[in-house]
């Protein structure tokens, strides 16, 4: 079996994946990655209209706060009190390589890539949920849905048409040889 990462994969994430732990992790196992955090968008000017796009507050705003009326935002915070560090934070590092433009070259190809197939899957192939229960009936679900996206690719790139032709050159050399 091949390894999944060789010597010039870069992993990229969406903020979800991003914490100091997994970012030193990363760092210890010298894995190359680039995971955007929260504030990401907000830094690069690429996102300047997206709150155009935002939805309004959410329905429970009148629960969450003490004075929704008055109040311009909600927002939670955890605190789990005041970190002590040296240097720079994996997080502080993370954002400086996010934010040059190197990072944001290599980042935003990841729009290209990955993001497409959950819009195939969710909006052509209807996947808005999945019909099963359980770990294992779900992962095969999961595997049925990226194969039929994967076949439709292959479909879509002409791959079965040259298979055929190739099939059918072979087919008539064998043939002719015979003779």
């Given at each position: 079996?091949?390894?999944?990462?060789?010597?010039?994969?870069?992993i990229?994430?969406?903020?979800?994946?991003?914490?100091?732990?997994?970012?030193?992790?990363?760092?210890?196992?010298?894995?190359?990655?680039?995971?955007?955090?929260?504030?990401?968008?907000?830094?690069?000017?690429?996102?300047?209209?997206?709150?155009?796009?935002?939805?309004?507050?959410?329905?429970?705003?009148?629960?969450?706060?003490?004075?929704?009326?008055?109040?311009?935002?909600?927002?939670?915070?955890f605190?789990?009190?005041r970190?002590?560090t040296?240097?720079?934070?994996?997080?502080?590092?993370?954002?400086?390589?996010?934010?040059?433009?190197?990072?944001?070259?290599?980042?935003?190809?990841?729009?290209?890539?990955?993001?497409?197939?959950?819009?195939?899957?969710?909006?052509?192939?209807?996947l808005?949920?999945?019909?099963?229960?359980?770990?294992?009936?779900?992962?095969?679900?999961?595997?049925?849905?990226?194969?039929?996206?994967?076949?439709?690719?292959?479909?879509?790139?002409?791959?079965?048409?040259?298979?055929?032709?190739?099939?059918?050159?072979?087919?008539?050399?064998?043939t002719?040889?015979?003779?």
């Amino acid at each position: 079996m091949q390894p999944l990462r060789g010597a010039t994969t870069l992993i990229t994430a969406d903020a979800g994946y991003q914490s100091e732990a997994n970012l030193r992790a990363l760092d210890t196992m010298s894995v190359e990655a680039l995971i955007a955090d929260r504030d990401m968008r907000q830094r690069d000017e690429r996102f300047a209209t997206q709150a155009r796009h935002q939805q309004g507050p959410h329905r429970l705003r009148a629960q969450c706060l003490r004075t929704p009326a008055t109040t311009p935002v909600c927002y939670v915070a955890f605190l789990h009190g005041r970190i002590d560090t040296d240097g720079p934070t994996y997080t502080a590092r993370m954002q400086a390589r996010l934010d040059a433009p190197e990072g944001r070259e290599a980042y935003g190809r990841r729009f290209a890539t990955v993001e497409p197939v959950f819009f195939n899957l969710r909006a052509n192939k209807r996947l808005d949920r999945f019909t099963l229960r359980g770990r294992e009936k779900v992962n095969g679900q999961w595997t049925l849905y990226c194969l039929a996206h994967n076949i439709g690719k292959l479909a879509h790139a002409g791959y079965a048409r040259r298979e055929h032709r190739r099939t059918r050159s072979n087919t008539r050399n064998s043939t002719r040889n015979r003779r």
